[in-house]
């Protein structure tokens, strides 16, 4: 007796298996609480067209999350904070985290760029969500702004991007 025949799966459904094994669990950047950000506050990261932010607020010195796994730190920018506010320059220290799905998060207006070790985060490090990668900054004379911006570039478009910083924006607290 021979086997019954397998079903074959259309290309819809195939395409909905993979579409569901990269949902990919998201954290919300810092241990909370979630004062902000609101939907209003979405907007695209000055100098870095099609890259959509947040602004979460938190006090300076509180640790940074990476938003997800499976992230690599490519690109380390910015400047000292103790400079402070410089014109026409974005306040702090930059870190950038791409996946292995072309997914770029930036991250700015950090105090630091340490780990919960105190050593530095370094270029090419692989980082998920129990990984601290530096401090909210100190804003100079204005403390209940220190927050870290977060955006997200992706690589089809601007909705996909929107929706992930919203769904950061909602995910869960990183358990220190
Ligand atoms: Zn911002």
Redesign the pocket.
Known sequence: MGLPPVPRLRQSEVVGVVRISRTVPLQYPHPGPRTRPLPS?L?E?AGLPGNW???FMAPGGTPVYAPQDGLTVTRLSGHDPAEGVIEGDIFGWNVYLRSDAGVTYFL??MGDRRLSTGLPLPLGMKVGRRNVIGHVGHWPDDPGRS?T?M?VTHPMGRKPAVARIEAVARAPFPRP
């Open positions: 506050d907007h990261t932010a947040l602004d700015t207006h927050h911006h955006g």
